[in-house]
């Protein structure tokens, strides 16, 4: 049963990704639960179950950027599966969103759910919760995450080119 504490949770890969995103900067938990609308002791149990799985190191403080690629790249859509829903007012991802948009010409959108958002399209669960919004204020980890979400829902071709686009990205951060 103490296995269970142990499994990763969808809001840990946006706090991977969101450490990622913030470069080289130093951060806290505090600093990381405000930016990302998330308690101190999500953080903190966050960094313990990516601690465990060996994507981060054992101060909790630097991803373990191949093991994290690898991990996404293989096994995001199989660990965090999702389905395009009903159209909704939301705010663009996946293939929808930049940085494949530019690459990518669809009629189909894909959005998270968010009242205040522009767009409209087919609804896309986000990862955790809390991203809408954190997203807004920080376009490096939008973009990751939506590039994670072409992973999680995308066909091959986005699937290949967020592949591509999410290890430049986060190996040379």
Not at 29 to 49: K, V
Not at 74 to 92: D, S
Not at 96 to 122: C, F, H
């Amino acid at each position: 049963m103490a296995q269970a504490k142990n499994n990763l949770k969808p809001q840990d890969i946006v706090i991977l990704l969101k450490i990622i995103a913030l470069g080289n900067q130093s951060w806290y938990h505090h600093t990381i639960a405000e930016e990302l609308g998330m308690s101190q002791s999500e953080i903190s149990q966050s960094l313990n179950r990516s601690k465990y799985a060996s994507l981060i190191d054992d101060a909790r403080k630097k991803v373990n950027k191949l093991a994290f690629v690898e991990f996404l790249l293989h096994g995001i859509m199989y660990a965090f599966p999702q389905k395009p829903g009903a159209i909704v007012r939301g705010v663009l991802t996946a293939h929808s969103a930049e940085p494949l948009n530019k690459v990518i010409q669809s009629t189909e959108k894909y959005v998270w759910p968010y009242a205040k958002g522009m767009d409209r399209g087919q609804a896309i669960e986000p990862l955790y919760k809390t991203i809408v919004e954190a997203s807004l204020k920080d376009l490096a980890l939008y973009e990751l995450l939506t590039l994670v979400d072409a992973l999680r829902v995308g066909r091959v071709r986005e699937k290949e080119l967020a592949k591509k686009e999410l290890e430049k990205r986060i190996l040379n951060a």
